[in-house]
């Protein structure tokens, strides 16, 4: 599969209280398309209502894809992935970096009653995560041994994880919209941060 016409990569960056998100749409070359910025409580439970206004603000009918970088944002601000492909209606995956035995002990460990419920909740609502192997990726990626991992909701795993490895440029391990909105947002967090 070849990667989507335009991606909005949504990541993060976090102070003490707030995370700043920057959405970077990004075309099939990998040129950079346009930019947005939204921010939601570090800690809290309003990064997927942060995600869907950061995309309604942006008013490009024209993204295909939307991927995050992660599902645990700002200290376990869980997104809901369903939700997000549901109010967007673009096919949505996370991708993340590394091994992880999952969240459920970390969550359990940093929160409990309601505020654990509601996370454990999102959490299990998630569909699995598919470790994407580097034989998977395409030539650009073939000096990043390591794999990634996806979850993807409103597209095939399998589809997803092709676009995903279809829009990691040369020299990089990421995809580039994610690559990109990871700069952004370290760059909007910077900007904003109360001196």
């Known amino acids: ?39 939601c409580t ?15 603000r942006l008013r490009r009918e024209d993204v295909r894809h939307v991927a995050v970088a992660g599902i645990a944002p700002a200290w376990f601000n869980l997104l809901d992935l369903s939700r997000l492909h549901e109010a967007l209606d673009r096919p949505v995956y996370a991708v ?14 940093a929160f409990d009653g309601e505020a654990l419920a ?8 998630l569909p699995p995560r598919v ?5 998977e990726w ?16 409103g597209i095939d795993v399998d589809e997803a994880a092709a676009a ?5 440029r040369e020299g990089f391990r990421r995809p580039e919209p994610l690559r990109i909105a990871a700069i952004a947002a370290s760059a909007h967090r910077e900007a904003t941060r109360e001196r």
Not at 96 to 109: D, F, K, M, N, Q
Not at 118 to 125: F, G, K, N
Not at 131 to 135: G, I, K, P, S, T
Not at 164 to 168: A, E, R, T
């Open 42 to 56: 570090v800690g809290g439970t309003d990064a997927t209502d942060a995600a869907i206004a950061l995309f309604d």
């Open 131 to 135: 470790r994407v192997e580097r034989d």
């Open 138 to 153: 395409n030539s650009a990626a073939s000096d990043a041994p390591e794999p990634l991992f996806v979850r993807a909701v």
């Open 1 to 39: 599969m070849t990667p989507p016409s335009r991606t909005l990569g949504i990541a993060f960056s976090d102070d003490d209280r707030t995370s700043r998100l920057a959405g970077a749409v990004v075309r099939a070359d990998g040129t950079l398309d346009g930019l947005g910025f939204e921010t």
């Open 164 to 168: 995903v490895c279809g829009l990691v």
């Open 96 to 109: 993340s970096y590394e091994e992880s035995p999952g969240l459920e002990p970390a969550l359990r460990e």
């Open 118 to 125: 509601r996370r454990l909740d999102t959490y299990r609502s």
